[in-house]
């Protein structure tokens, strides 16, 4: 039997040590410690590593491809911008490597009408990245933020279009509350 704390858990979920204490206190279905000792709370590394995979909080060695992905399930960000290549630091929206947008990661309190409809806001980096999805096109997955550091599966989305014309974007931005939405992209679920 291995043992393992917050820590060594932190490390095989690729997330943060907050993020398993979170699961920890939060979450009923999180394995029961083996032992709470003056060092903190120790578990058996098997029970721990079936509960990972059962809730999608896997490592990057554990997943061979974004294939695995499982609509509905939870992901940290670091764990979706390791399986996809992406910077986990710089906390975007549309994930990147070299000159291609790997993945979308959204939240409902800015996009409302998110995963079809994410509006974007007038920073220079933010049109920057939707500009550049613009000219890529096709289909990416897309992520969904729950809470801190949990991220839904949706599934694939096809970018339909980027648009600048406010008629098509001014109704969400009032609705979303926002005054700095110049533009919007525009995806439906693809079919592959």
């Known amino acids: 039997m291995e043992l393992v704390g917050?820590?060594?858990?932190?490390?095989?979920?690729?997330?943060?040590?907050?993020?398993?204490?979170?699961?920890?206190?939060?979450?009923?279905?999180f394995p029961t410690p083996l032992a709470s000792l003056a060092c903190g709370q120790i578990w058996d590394k098997d029970d721990v590593e079936?509960?990972?995979?059962?809730?999608?909080?896997?490592?990057?060695?554990?997943?061979?491809?974004?294939?695995?992905?499982?609509?509905?399930?939870?992901?940290?960000?670091?764990y979706i911008c390791q399986a996809f290549g992406g910077d986990a630091k710089s906390g975007t929206y549309l994930p990147q490597k070299q000159q291609t947008i790997l993945c979308g990661c959204f939240t409902k309190t800015m996009n409302p009408g998110?995963?079809?409809?994410?509006?974007?806001?007038?920073?220079?980096?933010?049109?920057?990245?939707?500009?550049?999805?613009?000219?890529?096109?096709?289909?990416?997955?897309?992520?969904?933020?729950i809470?801190?550091?949990?991220?839904?599966?949706?599934?694939?989305?096809?970018?339909?279009?980027?648009?600048?014309?406010?008629?098509?974007?001014?109704?969400?931005a009032i609705a979303a509350d926002r005054s700095d939405v110049v533009g919007a992209l525009f995806f439906r679920r693809s079919a592959i």
């Open 114 to 145: 998110a995963p079809e409809c994410i509006l974007v806001g007038r920073g220079p980096k933010i049109i920057a990245k939707a500009e550049k999805l613009a000219v890529q096109g096709g289909v990416i997955p897309v992520f969904l933020k």
């Open 147 to 172: 809470d801190t550091n949990q991220w839904q599966y949706e599934g694939k989305y096809e970018l339909v279009k980027f648009s600048k014309n406010p008629e098509d974007f001014e109704s969400k």
């Open 50 to 78: 079936g509960w990972l995979v059962k809730n999608s909080h896997l490592t990057e060695g554990k997943m061979n491809t974004t294939e695995n992905l499982q609509v509905g399930h939870l992901y940290t960000h670091d």
């Open 6 to 29: 917050i820590s060594e858990i932190a490390e095989l979920a690729s997330t943060t040590r907050s993020a398993v204490s979170n699961w920890v206190v939060r979450d009923p279905s």
